[in-house]
């Protein structure tokens, strides 16, 4: 079975502080994609990043960095220098087997980033 | 288009009553997924279609709902008598793949059943 937890359900910050957003999953499958999603308040799904079980080199990208680590099954996302425009809720989202087309979300969590 | 389209935006019905909601897809996408995502979770999967084949719907909650896209674009999702708990937000996103290369999402109908 496969499985996305986000544990936490909510998180504040004040503008300018780091941020990790924890995602931890479950699959049977070797071959997987996780992925992470942001949810404005508009609500549409913007894609931020997508990982391949294979590759668990880091990420960087501007202010956001994404830490995969198979061992403890986790796939945990950072916002550095938080901004207000950072205010959304995030999913954790994965998606088992090439052409798996049933992408497993996480319940979300909503962050806050207060001026 | 340059986006996902969904229409309408927001969506009231009286318990019973059928709706409709419409997906304009990313022109030239080969895949459409529905999803559906209630208040504070998560989207749920209900259903795929490659081009005009639906080969996934084992998500779609009962046979109340049916999705079609009958051209390979534009693809409507129908829900025949609705029931407050059918009150959610549905998205419909695109890709030019199957999907493991990530989705381009609309913006949602968000349908209240009263």
């Known amino acids: 079975a496969q499985k996305v937890t986000q544990a936490q359900t909510e998180i504040s910050v004040v503008e300018k502080e780091d941020v990790t957003l924890d995602c931890v999953y479950e699959t049977r499958d070797t071959t997987y994609y996780l992925f992470w999603y942001k949810q404005p308040p508009s609500g549409e799904l913007v894609f931020l990043i997508r990982?391949?079980?294979?590759?668990?080199q880091n990420e960087i990208s501007g202010r956001y960095s994404w830490n995969f680590q198979k061992s403890t099954s986790s796939f945990n996302f950072t916002i550095t220098a938080s901004q207000v425009v950072d205010s959304a809720v995030y999913f954790c989202a994965l998606s088992a087997r090439e052409g798996d087309n049933d992408m497993r979300f996480g319940a979300g969590t909503r962050l806050t980033v207060k001026p | 288009g340059a986006g996902v389209s969904q229409s309408p935006r927001y969506k009231v019905a009286k318990r019973g009553q059928d709706v409709a909601l419409r997906c304009d897809p990313i022109?030239?996408?080969?895949?459409l997924f529905w999803y559906q995502q209630a208040l504070g979770q998560g989207p749920e999967f209900l259903t795929y279609?490659?081009?005009?084949?639906?080969?996934?719907k084992s998500g779609l909650p009962s046979d109340r709902f049916f999705a079609e896209r009958p051209e390979g674009s534009v693809s409507t999702l129908k829900i025949q008598r609705t029931q407050q708990e059918d009150s959610a937000v549905y998205l419909c996103?695109?890709?030019?793949?199957?999907?493991?290369?990530?989705?381009?999402f609309g913006s949602g109908t968000r349908l209240t059943v009263v």
């Open positions: 996103a695109s890709s030019s793949s199957g999907g493991t290369y990530g989705y381009t």
């Open positions: 279609f490659q081009n005009e084949a639906q080969l996934d």
């Open positions: 990982r391949n079980s294979f590759d668990e």
């Open positions: 022109s030239g996408h080969v895949s």
